[in-house]
């Protein structure tokens, strides 16, 4: 799905990652990279939906998160200590 939605120009790139057992309930990710209104678009499909439903089958804790990444990195961190400076 990730190469057919990176074929299309609905993502930039995508990566899998398999992590070593190290005691935790996260064993894997895939990260996928691209414009920010496009991957919400792609979260509200209900093709995504029967993604998470099927993985939901086999997998335990699945879910699906955003992240920050790139230039946007120094404008969220700008708006983190502006707010943590307002609580101090």
Known sequence: ????????GL???WAAYFLEAH??????????HGDRDKLAQIRATEEM?????RAG???DR???VGAITGARI???MGRFL???SDLA
């Not at 799905?1 to 299309?8: A, I």
């Not at 005691?23 to 996928?32: E, K, S, T, V």
């Not at 939906?49 to 439903?53: F, N, P």
């Open 1 to 8: 799905m990730w190469t057919k939605l990176q074929d299309d």
């Open 11 to 13: 993502i930039e790139s």
């Open 23 to 32: 005691g935790g309930d996260l064993a894997g990710f895939f990260l996928l």
């Open 49 to 53: 939906d029967d993604v998470i439903l």
């Open 57 to 59: 089958m086999v997998v």
């Open 62 to 64: 699945i879910g699906v």
């Open 74 to 76: 120094e404008s969220s």
């Open 82 to 84: 502006a707010n943590a």
